[in-house]
């Protein structure tokens, strides 16, 4: 594309280069030709395989692909992750110099965090600690019905115009290379992980409920293994995501040769300058085969009593803190229906004026929910930390973006996997109530299993 970062932009680092002595980001922002993300996501491979990020909200009003890493960071156990992030977020901020301030362009970090700070990260989620994100040395931004190009490079004092002539150049390459078609794998294995273990596990949390009356809900996790013939694509996964599951975020988080990827339909927070928003995602039903089942299912969802309890109490919560953040917070009237193709869920919405609130601290206080973890909140993880016995690593957290000026979007990262090489392990979970029934619990685990069954081409388990 030619694209030519101005000099006199690289002239006014050098400036800041000269005041301060240390290494200076420069950040430019210039706009593309439109629907570049997915393509340029893929044009990637090539020269940032293992260095890659791809994210679409729900609304597929916005779209991020992220290369290279100018930046990351892990955050070790011990470490406030979240306070992490934001340090790391302003020390880089201060150290910028930037022609821009659209909202997700330049200095974007995206990522996320583990499900929960205080469980030993088992060896497949080791490399990405209880935090793991990247700032992209290039990130592709549509929205709006417009596209940009943010270029990130760190400059030091000896650095020159040639460097940056040498990052253009490398974009290029990239923006003039062909797109080529991964070869589709063929799943060749399918392990469902520990049923046995599973359903002993949700009759001794039944039994600890009916026990504790203060105790409400303990949300239990499984997964299943599948292996294929050949290294997954993670192109495909997005291509496939796009296709089969409307009405929920898209993410593909690339660490060398493991790579966390999903299609959740569950927001967790969303900020702009001045507003904050939550959705209340909880309860399901299968979706029906026919037009007039699938609403009997949803009616039936609508009126159930132990999903309209497991609802209130992710209302309850999420209404309570994001009034501690908030102004004027609001509440949908009534849970509605959010259908995916699959699975239908209970929903609604909390918002606010969001004043001097910090994101990353409302995303500490939120996470996680009710409607992963349990209630009361500290209860629950003390009952799945004993019960659960897998690492649920980036399953159910916080995965998404925040940009220079604290503006961003998480997602809960439900209906994910985690693929290393030829392999990959899916995660669902549902909630254990005092009269839930373990073995309906498992099967609901097996409807929330089937969107990354489709994606990835393995036996999908439908309802005779």
Not at 115 to 131: I, L, N, R, T, V
Not at 137 to 162: I, P, Q
Not at 240 to 267: D, I, K, W
Request: aromatic residues 8%.
């Amino acid at each position: 594309m030619g694209l030519t970062l101005p000099i006199e932009l690289f002239q006014q680092a050098k400036r800041r280069l000269n005041s301060q002595q240390e290494n200076v980001l420069l950040s430019w922002v210039c706009e593309l030709p439109g629907g570049m993300a997915k393509r340029v996501f893929d044009q990637g491979n090539e020269f940032f395989k293992g260095e890659r990020f791809f994210w679409q909200n729900k609304e597929r009003t916005l779209r991020l692909a992220g290369l290279g890493a100018m930046d990351q960071l892990r955050v070790e156990q011990g470490h406030d992750r979240f306070l992490a992030l934001h340090t790391r977020k302003e020390q880089v901020l201060e150290r910028t110099v930037t022609n821009s301030e659209e909202t997700a362009c330049g200095a974007v970090y995206f990522g996320g965090f583990s499900f929960d700070d205080q469980h030993d990260a088992s060896p497949e989620w080791e490399k990405f600690g209880e935090g793991f994100f990247y700032l992209p040395l290039f990130l592709v931004t549509e929205k709006e019905d417009r596209c940009y190009l943010s270029v990130n490079l760190w400059l030091s004092e000896d650095d020159d115009y040639a460097k940056v002539e040498a990052v253009m150049a490398q974009w290029d390459k990239v923006a003039a290379s062909s797109v080529v078609q991964d070869t589709e794998v063929a799943c060749i294995l399918e392990e469902r992980l520990a049923e046995d273990a599973w359903l002993r596990a949700a009759t001794d949390v039944v039994a600890l409920l009916q026990e504790s009356p203060n105790m409400q809900k303990v949300v239990l996790a499984r997964r299943m293994r599948l292996g294929f013939d050949g290294f997954l694509s993670s192109s495909r996964m997005i291509a496939h995501m796009e296709e089969q599951q409307a009405n929920s975020y898209c993410f593909v988080l690339e660490n060398g040769t493991s790579t966390f990827f999903g299609a959740t339909p569950e927001r967790l927070l969303m900020a702009d300058s001045s507003h904050l928003e939550s959705a209340c995602v909880a309860g399901s039903i299968a979706r029906g085969e026919t037009a007039s089942e699938d609403a009997m299912l949803g009616d039936a969802l609508l009126s159930d009593a132990k999903n309209l309890a497991e609802h209130h109490f992710v209302v309850e919560m999420i209404q309570g803190t994001m009034a501690r953040f908030c102004e004027d917070v609001q509440v949908s009237a009534s849970p509605v229906l959010l259908k995916n193709r699959d699975i239908q869920h209970l929903y609604m919405t909390v918002s606010g004026r969001r004043g001097e609130a910090k994101l990353l601290d409302v995303l500490r206080a939120l996470h996680p929910t009710p409607a992963l973890g349990g209630w009361p909140q500290a209860e629950a993880m003390t009952v799945i930390r004993l019960k659960e016995e897998m690492d649920r690593g980036f399953y159910g957290a916080p995965i998404g973006w925040i940009d220079p000026l604290d503006r961003g979007e998480f997602a809960v990262a439900i209906r994910s996997a985690l693929a290393i090489d030829t392999n990959a392990l899916l995660y669902a979970g549902c909630g254990i109530v005092a009269d839930s029934v373990p073995v309906e619990e498992l099967a609901e685990t097996a409807i929330k299993f089937q969107p990354m069954l489709r994606v990835l081409g393995g036996k999908v388990h439908e309802r005779s």
